[in-house]
């Protein structure tokens, strides 16, 4: 059987893509007596079958046709074996720790640029050496963000356009459980806007460092199913509240993750022409992270079951596959568990329960952010996207 060559990256095989270079951490070498064999650095071990026969990917009749190839119990790691993303830069909220910092070691070990979209700088320098203790060379900068605050969004925004001039990754990770009623410098209730408005206002302002390929990745939860949210009850009272009547902790996470993923369709729809893939998933029940730490029951009961739930590696497994797996490529407007698709509820699918959060997201934001107000490069992204 032969090759036939479809590209510089690529080649088809029996309806079967291998890529032309070798899986990330592999060399190819020569015996003394002209025998061709291959060397993995990374585990040290040498073989004489092409590896990148293991990372051979299926051609596809369309965008939605691909196989699971991982479940619950897969590591991050796991899903990038072989993979080099050298070139690609990253964008992760919440990096420093937990589930977070598992996307992102995993990403930086591997090549890719990681940028700590965080707002304690000394825990990020801490994370970040971590990784470099791994990875002297990994590529990894903390940007200061605070999602309690829009104009630190806008901050944000402005810093990593002086140092990138794109963006091939977005991870919508940051998130708080368990906060007791507050509402943050702009008015807004604090779960609600850290968990869904300062990221939709931080995708939105990304939107020109993206383009064909480009992935982002909103990170939601099972608990959305138990949102009291619909389309007839959605106002700003019922997302923000102004007082602590009636408010529920977790209810107003259950609420926000509904956001998450509602935002993250109705973002797929209107940017569907632009290639870029947007896609929302659930990385783990009760996975033990700093997420509880706001209310001692809740640390409590994180603890009492951390023996049954996964590790914060294999919690990251989802977040890595939607945004480096090959096979989603063209693939969006998926919701995702244990890496594999799955529906999220009826609410999450409403298409005018998304429409509706939108617009009064957008005005919130403008509310606080002036229409005129961009960003300061001369791109004209202003508040929010037109489309």
């Avoid at 046709?65 to 479940?71: I, L, N, S, W």
């Avoid at 990754?169 to 459980?177: I, P, Q, R, T």
């Avoid at 389309?231 to 998450?260: R, V």
Wanted: hydrophobic share 40%; net charge neutral.
């Amino acid at each position: 059987m032969s090759y036939l060559q479809v590209g510089k990256r690529e080649q088809l095989l029996m309806g079967v893509f291998i890529t032309s270079n070798l899986p990330f951490g592999w060399e190819k070498c020569v015996s003394e007596d002209g025998k061709v064999f291959y060397v993995d650095h990374a585990n040290r071990r040498t073989t004489y079958s092409d590896p990148r026969l293991a990372f051979a990917t299926e051609e596809k009749e369309h965008a939605q046709d691909f196989r699971q190839r991982f479940d619950g119990s897969t590591m991050a790691l796991q899903v990038l074996h072989g993979r080099d993303l050298a070139g690609k830069v990253a964008i992760i909220t919440g990096a420093n720790t937990g589930i977070g910092f598992e996307t992102a070691r995993s990403m930086a070990l591997h090549g890719c640029t990681v940028v700590f979209a965080c707002r304690d700088a000394k825990k990020s320098q801490e994370a970040i050496s971590k990784i470099k203790a791994e990875r002297v060379n990994a590529s990894c900068e903390f940007i200061e963000l605070d999602l309690a605050r829009l104009h630190s969004v806008k901050t944000f925004v402005t810093n990593f356009k002086l140092r990138y001039k794109k963006l091939d990754m977005l991870v919508l990770n940051a998130g708080v459980f368990g906060v007791s009623f507050s509402l943050t410098p702009d008015g807004y209730e604090t779960t609600f806007q850290v968990n869904h408005l300062s990221h939709m206002y931080l995708t939105l302002q990304l939107e020109s460092l993206m383009g064909q390929g480009s992935r982002v990745v909103v990170v939601s939860s099972e608990s959305h199913r138990f949102s009291n949210l619909s389309s007839a009850t959605l106002s700003q009272t019922s997302l923000s509240p102004t007082s602590a009547t009636h408010f529920w902790s977790l209810m107003a996470y259950n609420n926000s993750k509904l956001c998450n993923i509602a935002f993250g369709l109705e973002l797929a729809r209107r940017w569907e022409d632009k290639g870029i893939i947007v896609n929302s998933l659930h990385p783990g029940n009760m996975v033990s992270s700093e997420l509880s730490r706001y209310w001692w029951f809740y640390r409590i009961l994180f603890a009492v079951v951390r023996p049954f739930t996964k590790s914060l590696q294999q919690a990251a497994s989802t977040s890595v596959y939607c945004a480096t797996a090959p096979e989603l490529e063209g693939a969006t407007e998926l919701y995702f568990n244990n890496c594999c698709r799955c529906e999220p509820s009826a609410a999450a699918r409403d298409p005018e329960l998304a429409r509706i959060l939108w617009d009064l997201s957008t005005t919130m934001i403008q509310a606080i952010i002036s229409p005129g107000d961009g960003d300061g490069d001369g791109s004209g992204d202003g508040v929010v996207s037109d489309n």
